[in-house]
């Protein structure tokens, strides 16, 4: 049975992780775009650069994510003009949840991962899902792989449980360098999976310094 | 209407049961739009495209299909778009001619407003994409796959630009790009033999090479093709022409040789 609505949303696939450390955030996510079994790029870039401590890395359909962060980009700078100053991770993660019940009835097929630095300097991490409830944690992962990365972030990252009371700050304890080999490593492990993921990955970290990119290989099969 | 079309045009678009072609809309659930979908009636199949030495080469044949049945041969699926660009479309036909009016008046403004600018083929496609994604939105979509090719001087020199986009607002850049079949044959193709700077001929060869692959293997192709390239000289869509093919294969001689059976 085809219904009405059916062709207005396809998913591009491919995955994102963003990692918050104690001063310091990692972003990631792979660099193809597939529609059904075909790729039809292998090199189109997930990562938003919102604002100057704030990167957003989406997976789902395209088409909404790339109007999402142009929508959220042009926000941002309208928030320049009238603040004088940049938006702040978590300033935009409010807006970014705002934007996404705004189209309750007809969502972004976008499933969000934020990361940057909070006001403190900390690294934090919000994550979403496609009609805008949303939550500070220390890790997460969104898309097609995010089923096979998540496990092993809850595994590795001696966060402390959620579940903890009184609650515990969720940064992890690792070092920059660590956490990064730690994205490289769950990012290989889930395209040998995920048939959506793989190609490239592209990994950008946000510390007091500023911003730094870096793309390593993955497999292309 | 379904039984009309059906009977007197042997062979029309199956349009499933339950919906109206023409003038079909019903109130939305909330907000009081008016909700309209389609189906692509005449369309065009597989569009080509690449980067080569001197800018962009782009194919497809020049038919459009109503169905199952081949309604026009002689389909002009290509366009050049201002001085820097041209753009192919496979899919529904009107829709096509619809966003080359769009690109008209586009190109009109740009020109008119005579500040020594021009559009060039990445604001064409980012146009587009939003032209695309918009009508999308209104559940009234230009049942297209939009191939965007051209040359424009940029800071770097001449910046050579391919740009896809399809009917619900997906868009990449890519060195080669394909639309419909082409993506499943040709892009293989592509993907192996497709090199930085080729010469014309050498595109001409890989292009033919694809286009043969799609004239075997889609049924909705046809053995008239047109070739179209862009430079920083300009646009050129060459005249429609024909590959040769080859059916001596010993299987097809008697292909029932094999078959067991009283039929």
Redesign the interface.
Same mark, same amino acid.
Do not use: K, L, S
């Given at each position: 049975m085809s219904r009405r609505g059916d062709w207005v949303y396809e998913n591009n696939g491919g995955t994102c992780v963003a990692i918050a450390g104690a001063d310091y955030c990692v972003v990631a996510a792979d660099t193809r775009l597939s529609v059904g079994y075909s790729i039809l790029t292998r090199d189109h870039s997930k990562i938003c650069d919102l604002a100057d401590k704030c990167v957003l890395a989406s997976s789902g359909f395209q088409g909404d994510i790339k109007a999402l962060h142009k929508n959220l980009a042009a926000r941002e700078l309208l928030y320049q003009h009238q603040h004088n100053k940049r938006m702040s991770c978590p300033a935009m993660a409010q807006l970014l949840s705002n934007t996404l019940y705004y189209k309750r009835f007809f969502p972004y097929y976008a499933f969000n991962v934020l990361g940057g630095l909070d006001s403190e300097g900390k690294g934090c991490v919000f994550t979403y899902d496609a009609v805008g409830s949303y939550e500070r944690t220390g890790y997460s992962a969104q898309g097609t792989g995010s089923t096979l990365i998540m496990p092993v972030l809850d595994n590795q990252l001696k966060s402390p449980s959620p579940l903890l009371l009184p609650a515990r700050d969720a940064v992890t304890p690792l070092s920059e360098s660590e956490a990064i080999d730690l994205v490289k490593d769950v990012f290989a492990s889930a395209t040998e999976r995920d048939i959506y993921t793989g190609d490239k990955l592209e990994i950008v970290v946000i510390n007091k310094a500023g911003t730094k990119r870096e793309y390593i290989e993955l497999r292309k099969d | 209407m379904d039984g009309f079309s059906k009977s007197i045009g042997g062979g029309g678009p199956n349009v499933?049961a339950g919906s109206h072609p023409a003038g079909g809309s019903q109130a939305a659930?909330?907000g009081g739009a008016t909700?309209r979908?389609q189906y692509p009636y005449v369309t065009g199949t597989s569009v080509i495209a690449l980067k080569y030495k001197d800018g962009v080469i782009m194919a497809c044949d020049t038919g459009a299909s109503y169905g199952s049945t081949l309604r026009y041969k002689s389909v002009e699926r290509i366009k050049a778009v201002g001085k820097h660009s041209i753009i192919g479309a496979s899919g529904e036909y009107s829709d096509f001619q619809e966003i080359l009016r769009y690109l008209d008046e586009l190109t009109l403004s740009d020109h008119m407003w005579d500040d020594g600018n021009s559009l060039g083929p990445k604001e064409i496609h980012s146009y587009l994409?939003r032209v695309m994604?918009n009508r999308?939105?209104k559940?009234d979509?230009l049942w297209n796959s939009l191939v965007i090719g051209g040359v424009k001087k940029g800071p770097k020199g001449d910046e050579k630009y391919l740009g896809?986009v399809n009917? #619900?607002?997906?868009?990449?850049?890519?060195n080669h790009v394909a639309t419909g079949f082409g993506?499943?044959l040709a #892009?293989p193709i592509l993907r192996a033999e497709w090199h930085e700077d080729m010469t014309f001929e050498e595109a001409v060869k890989l292009v033919e090479k694809c286009l043969l692959v799609l004239l075997y293997r889609d049924r909705s192709s046809i053995n008239k093709f047109q070739i179209a390239k862009i430079t920083t000289e300009g646009s050129t869509i060459y005249p429609p022409y024909s590959l040769k093919t080859y059916w001596g294969f010993t299987h097809f001689e008697n292909p029932a040789q094999g078959a067991v059976g009283s039929w």
């Open positions: - | 499933p659930a909330g909700q979908t994409t994604y999308r939105n559940f979509p896809m009917m #619900i607002g997906t868009h990449f850049e890519e993506n499943h #892009i």
